[in-house]
């Protein structure tokens, strides 16, 4: 980028003349989804308020005081009055930082996973134009996709701003009591003007050239994509300088007096020498002649200039931009998008110059119109009681403002909100979005138990409503006698199976022991003392529990354990201890233990015995 040593305002210059006095525009419908656009210019505010759908509810100019302006310490309060009567503060507002001081690229790179294009942009940027990126912010917009040498490529507007900058101005707007909800520049702002369809340009490649007072500006977009951003060192100032120049020049040539011819006009005689143009009067002559298109003004006492001479002095000035103009275009045709631009827009105080549009067309065979953000157009342009002001140049004032009135965080460049808050951001959305999933999935499953155990719980009820009827209509047949004789049956058919128990109690002792018994333990005998059969009483003798016996049952086991002499008695203690999860025996004890030999082999012979239950 081509840019001048000192920075300037991309909005309305000094020249064009402040809006006239109007009435207080009250729009129906403005809530929480407006947003403001505020554009510092060099004299003043200009601000833009647009709607939730994209509709322009209001603008204004404010301004500056003779003390106050950007950089002032009573700048914020100066913003906060003038916003605190546009806009609430619940209002979204955007704001700009100079376009010279953003660096811009558009780039190719290679069709990437999601997660990989911020890396491959970030150096494909740094590649072309080194930055630090400790003082810059880099963001990226993606403008699509693209076949080129047969592979698929994204295309990227790359960029880069000073993060002090970005900081002073949001500094700024938090001061006054209305932060920011974005920063950019002004080329992102025409961009919304044409993505929103403000602006025919949207299905198109258009230009847009903004004339300042020192430098330039030419921004190129295709298709509604800012893809070119250039500033030049060409403006108002040396056209204004040319006047003066030529105009002092023939008052020095001209000794005494000077004779300057004009169409349709009579020849005037001018002053002396002494009568040479300052830098104010030459200004205001630019004005009337080139801007206001006037025929003739008087320059100074006695000297009359016609439009016609004051254009032809302006024209080596015209030139050098056109020139430049035109070189920027055919970069574009031949580097980047290999088509030709369609229309030139042109913003700034030029823009009210007929002459100079005209004139600029003609040398780049492209037409040449003035930006007029102001003009009502179907659908998204309708505003109410607002005063339109009369001068196009004063119109044309407004683009930058309202561009960023048609601002959005989803795709607006903001230097305040990157690709990283936006990737936070979708990342939360992704994660609230699978809770909402995962929430609704247990309430439907939630709801269908519900509605299930609903059903399940009628049934029963009505079950139970079935059967209470039916109880009511039993009336059953009993009393004493026949309890006490089907007590006498079950307390005999207790003790049968009682007397059964006992009868099989030793062939279950036995086939319990030799099941648990291991093969390293040989048992020699087992004596197993039951106690006295259940004596079965007669079925007269009434109902009532059997007699309570306390006899002790015991099992004693005789026998040899096997195997080395170390783990002879931790065998026996191992055997004895698993008789304690039989359901059958007790606490065992060891009555007497003692090694012995036996066929040459020595073993341990044990006496133990088990409590029966």
């Known amino acids: 980028m081509i840019r001048g040593d000192e920075t300037e305002a991309d909005g309305g210059d000094d020249l064009v003349a402040e809006s006239p006095k109007r009435k207080k525009t009250v729009s129906a419908g403005f809530g929480r989804g407006a947003t403001v656009g505020v554009d510092i210019g060099y004299t003043g505010l200009r601000l833009a308020k647009a709607g939730r759908k994209r509709q322009l509810q209001d603008f204004k100019f404010?301004?500056?005081?003779?003390?106050?302006?950007?950089?002032?310490?009573?700048?914020?309060?100066?913003?906060?009055?003038?916003?605190?009567?546009?806009?609430?503060?619940?209002?979204?507002?955007?704001?700009?930082?100079?376009?010279?001081?953003?660096?811009?690229?558009?780039?190719?790179?290679?069709?990437?996973?999601?997660?990989?294009?911020?890396?491959?942009?970030?150096?494909?940027?740094?590649?072309?134009?080194?930055?630090?990126?400790?003082?810059?912010?880099?963001?990226?917009?993606?403008?699509?996709?693209?076949?080129?040498?047969?592979f698929r490529k994204t295309e990227v507007m790359a960029y880069?701003?000073?993060?002090?900058?970005?900081?002073?101005?949001?500094?700024?707007?938090?001061?006054?009591?209305?932060?920011?909800?974005?920063?950019?520049?002004?080329?992102?702002?025409?961009?919304?003007?044409?993505?929103?369809?403000?602006?025919?340009?949207?299905?198109?490649?258009?230009?847009?050239?903004?004339?300042?007072r020192t430098w330039s500006r030419i921004d190129v977009f295709a298709n509604g994509n800012l893809v070119l951003s250039r500033g030049i060192k060409a403006g108002l100032n040396s056209m204004i300088d040319a006047i003066r120049d030529g105009i002092n020049e023939?008052?020095?040539?001209?000794?005494?007096?000077?004779?300057?011819?004009?169409?349709?006009?009579?020849?005037?005689?001018?002053?002396?020498p002494s009568d040479a143009l300052n830098d104010d009067q030459t200004r205001a002559v630019f004005q009337a002649l080139i801007i206001e298109a006037r025929k003739t003004v008087e320059a100074a006492p006695g000297v009359t200039i016609a439009e016609l001479e004051a254009f032809d002095l302006i024209l080596p000035a015209l030139d050098?931009?056109?020139?430049?103009?035109?070189?920027?275009?055919?970069?574009?045709?031949?580097?980047?998008?290999?088509?030709?631009?369609?229309?030139?827009?042109?913003?700034?105080?030029a823009s009210a110059s007929a002459r100079i549009l005209g004139y600029i067309g003609e040398q780049l065979a492209v037409p040449v119109e003035a930006v007029d953000p102001l003009e009502i157009k179907a659908p998204l342009g309708t505003m109410a009681g607002a005063a339109i002001p009369k001068s196009i140049a004063e119109r044309s004032s407004?683009?930058?403002?309202?561009?960023?009135?048609?601002?959005?965080?989803?795709?607006?460049?903001?230097?305040?909100?990157?690709?990283?808050?936006?990737?936070?951001?979708?990342?939360?959305?992704?994660?609230?979005?699978?809770?909402?999933?995962v929430f609704l999935i247990v309430m439907i499953i939630l709801g269908g138990y519900y509605f299930f155990q609903e059903r399940l719980l009628n049934q029963k009820t009505a079950r139970v409503k079935t059967l209470q009827t039916e109880l009511g209509k039993f009336v059953p047949n009993v009393n004493h006698d026949l309890i006490g004789k089907v007590m006498a049956v079950l307390v005999r058919n207790r003790k049968l199976l009682d007397e059964y128990g006992y009868k099989y109690q030793g062939l279950a002792v036995l086939s319990e022991v030799t099941g648990m018994t291991p093969a390293n333990i040989r048992l020699m005998s087992i004596t197993a003392d039951l106690g006295q059969a259940p004596a079965l009483a007669p079925a007269a003798a009434g109902p009532g529990p059997a007699p309570a016996q306390s006899q002790k049952k015991t099992v004693s086991l005789e026998g040899l354990v096997t195997g080395d002499r170390t783990t002879l008695e931790p065998a026996l203690a191992h055997y004895l201890l698993g008789f304690q999860v039989s359901p059958l025996f007790g606490q065992p004890s060891i009555k007497e233990q003692s090694f012995k030999v036996l066929q040459g082999r020595e073993v341990l012979f044990f006496k133990a015995e088990l409590e029966v239950k």
């Open 62 to 150: 404010v301004p500056f005081g003779p003390d106050i302006g950007p950089g002032h310490p009573r700048f914020p309060q100066f913003l906060k009055s003038a916003l605190s009567g546009f806009c609430p503060r619940e209002s979204e507002i955007w704001s700009v930082i100079p376009s010279a001081e953003v660096e811009m690229r558009y780039l190719r790179v290679p069709k990437l996973a999601r997660k990989e294009v911020p890396n491959a942009v970030f150096w494909s940027l740094k590649k072309e134009t080194p930055f630090n990126e400790k003082e810059v912010v880099f963001d990226f917009d993606l403008l699509g996709d693209v076949i080129e040498d047969g």
């Open 320 to 349: 050098r931009l056109v020139r430049q103009v035109e070189r920027t275009l055919e970069h574009y045709t031949q580097k980047l998008k290999g088509e030709t631009v369609s229309r030139i827009y042109s913003t700034g105080t």
């Open 160 to 212: 880069t701003a000073p993060i002090k900058q970005v900081e002073e101005l949001r500094n700024t707007f938090n001061r006054s009591g209305f932060p920011l909800t974005g920063v950019t520049a002004v080329p992102f702002a025409f961009q919304n003007l044409f993505r929103s369809e403000w602006l025919e340009g949207r299905k198109a490649h258009v230009c847009n050239l903004y004339i300042g």
């Open 250 to 272: 023939r008052l020095t040539r001209e000794s005494g007096g000077i004779v300057i011819e004009m169409e349709g006009v009579e020849k005037e005689e001018a002053g002396a």
């Open 398 to 437: 407004y683009a930058p403002a309202l561009g960023l009135a048609l601002s959005d965080k989803a795709y607006t460049p903001n230097f305040i909100f990157t690709y990283k808050d936006k990737e936070e951001v979708a990342t939360t959305k992704n994660v609230r979005r699978v809770a909402l999933v």
